[in-house]
Nanobody, 118 residues
């Protein structure tokens, strides 16, 4: 079992940066593929970024490519999402999620609010 807790959300002006962190419990954290998702008001949850076991591969949504960077530290059981050049349309609740390779995301955090506004 993996339990996930996000932190680092907040209010930022357009063009600013935020760094989200996801702390995971569980001794098998390094074997999980980790993902970030977001859900804006009135919209469905959407994929943002993912990073595979030991960071071999990353993938991003087109809307954040070049602005967001996902990374992980398996020694500390954390995954981070560095968000730069933020736009108002990035406003959403951001969720951290975990899955085993080949499976569906089965573990989710409680979410952290990111608001981009002047």
């Amino acid at each position: 079992q993996v339990q996930l807790v996000e932190s680092g959300g907040g209010l930022v002006q357009p063009g600013g940066s935020l760094r989200l962190s996801c702390a995971a419990s569980g001794r098998t954290f390094s074997t999980y593929t980790m993902g970030w998702f977001r859900q804006a008001p009135g919209k469905e949850r959407e994929f943002v970024a993912t990073i595979t076991w030991i960071g071999i591969r990353t993938r991003y949504a087109d809307s954040v490519k070049g602005r967001f960077t996902v990374s992980r530290d398996d020694a500390k059981n954390t995954v981070t999402l560095q968000m730069n050049s933020l736009k108002p349309e990035d406003t959403a609740v951001y969720y951290c999620a975990a899955k085993v390779a080949g499976g569906a995301y089965s573990h989710w955090g409680q979410g952290t609010q990111v608001t981009v506004s002047s």
